[in-house]
């Protein structure tokens, strides 16, 4: 059943990670890994089997993705005007959704926690420069930016 599906739908899930990884060997890699995978496993709980597999699709080639611009230092994060965060990457591509992941992350840090990360993080400042135009201590500084990192770390594995 399994080998059936894969070879109906090899070529359409391949086009659907290259979708969001644009790396057709890395496509091909994650679809043929998938499909190993899914051999190994007992499918009869699964009711939706095309779903379960381009979810999977999608979750494998994000994580993959992940890890490999994690590993080479790829992705540079700027800081280009107020609440506006952007990605830059040196690579091929610009990637948009995590473009937009990221800014919704920072977005939805408390309001100090989120200043504080911005002005360290993105745009450069001294903790000392930091403590004097929020008119907090240093070591508040320093907490807010550590766990605005803590914070972003969190969610960063829960699309995972």
């Known amino acids: 059943m399994?080998?059936?599906f894969y070879i109906k739908k090899k070529?359409?899930?391949i086009s659907y990670s290259y979708s969001i990884c644009k790396d057709m060997e890395m496509s091909?890699?994650?679809v043929q890994n998938l499909f190993l995978d899914l051999l190994q496993?007992?499918?009869s709980e699964i009711e939706n089997i095309d779903?379960?597999?381009y979810k999977a699709i999608k979750l494998n080639t994000y994580n993959l993705l992940y890890r490999h611009t994690k590993k080479k230092g790829i992705m540079k994060t700027i800081y280009k005007e107020k609440n506006n965060v952007g990605i830059?990457?040196?690579e091929k591509h610009y990637d948009f959704i995590k473009e937009s992941?990221?800014?919704g992350y920072i977005e939805s840090l408390p309001e100090k926690r989120q200043k504080a990360f911005i002005m360290k993080r993105l745009e450069g400042r001294s903790i000392r420069e930091i403590s004097k135009i929020m008119c907090i201590s240093k070591k508040t500084v320093e907490n807010h930016i550590t766990n605005a990192i803590k914070d972003l770390?969190?969610?960063a594995q829960d699309l995972q």
């Open 51 to 53: 779903g379960y597999v």
């Open 153 to 155: 770390k969190r969610k």
């Open 28 to 30: 091909k890699d994650i």
């Open 2 to 4: 399994i080998e059936e």
């Open 88 to 90: 830059i990457n040196n």
């Open 101 to 103: 992941i990221l800014k």
């Open 41 to 43: 496993k007992d499918l």
């Open 11 to 13: 070529q359409e899930m």
